[in-house]
């Protein structure tokens, strides 16, 4: 199956920092990818949805000013986390989805972020 | 809005038992439904994939089903392992404007005692 990778697995960032997350479509070229955060023992959670070459359109509740997406080309998303706190620390994970015929979406590893 | 629910949220079973996982979804409107499985810390590992078409995927010792109209899907694991320990999720791919999007359950959280 196709491969999306994301960079870095785990990074620990103090209060007040920016971080930034690649999401990477190894095999295929997405024009959408999703990122989704995941907080201890729950679900995934919708952030965003990451356009190529547009603005990204979030969910209702998530911060655009805090959570800056940029989908620069058919393979690459960054999240960017803004002027980070301790509750921003979490599991972030993004995907992309095949188009037609499966509409399969396929999962990076995962960030751990951890705010001290 | 797209619905899906997870029954039960928790399952411990002895080793070598079979054992059922729910998934329901409230718009039958759907590509597709995959079945994930989540190890403690890590990232996702797709297990199963089932196009709305279909009516089940076989893997190995996993079987899913999919009854698009009633909402419905179950993913079955015969002879479970101390291994297949994990958090099982059940996510369903919807028609958007864009594309498509994932809606996921909350998870059933699997333990299977040796």
């Known amino acids: 199956g196709a491969v999306v990778s994301q960079h870095p697995s785990r990074v620990i960032c103090k209060s007040g920092t920016s971080v930034k997350i690649e999401c990477r479509s190894l095999?295929?070229?997405?024009?959408?990818m999703f990122w989704y955060r995941q907080f201890p023992k729950q679900s995934l959670m919708l952030m965003a949805t990451?356009?190529?070459?547009?603005?990204?359109?979030?969910e209702q509740g998530v911060e655009k000013d805090k959570f800056l997406i940029n989908h620069a080309s058919l393979t690459l998303s960054t999240l960017t986390v803004t002027s980070a706190h301790p509750e921003d620390s979490s599991f972030y994970i993004c995907?992309?989805?095949?188009?037609?015929?499966?509409?399969?979406?396929?999962f990076g590893p995962g960030t751990r972020l951890t705010v001290t | 809005k797209q619905e899906v629910t997870q029954i039960p949220a928790a399952l411990s079973v002895p080793e070598g038992e079979n054992l059922v996982l729910n998934c329901s979804f409230t718009d039958s409107a759907i590509y597709n439904l995959q079945w994930f499985r989540q190890d403690p810390g890590k990232g996702l590992t797709s297990l199963l994939l089932?196009?709305?078409?279909?009516r089940e995927q076989t893997s190995g010792r996993l079987n899913a089903s999919l009854d698009k109209s009633s909402g419905r899907s179950t993913l079955y694991i015969a002879a479970s392992q101390p291994g297949d320990s994990a958090t099982y999720l059940c996510a369903v791919s919807t028609p958007v404007t864009s594309g498509s999007r994932l809606t996921f359950g909350e998870g059933t959280q699997l333990t299977v005692n040796p």
């Open positions: 990451s356009n190529e070459g547009s603005k990204a359109t979030y």
């Open positions: 095999d295929f070229q997405a024009t959408t």
């Open positions: 089932i196009q709305s078409s279909q």
């Open positions: 995907s992309a989805p095949e188009v037609w015929p499966t509409y399969e979406q396929y």
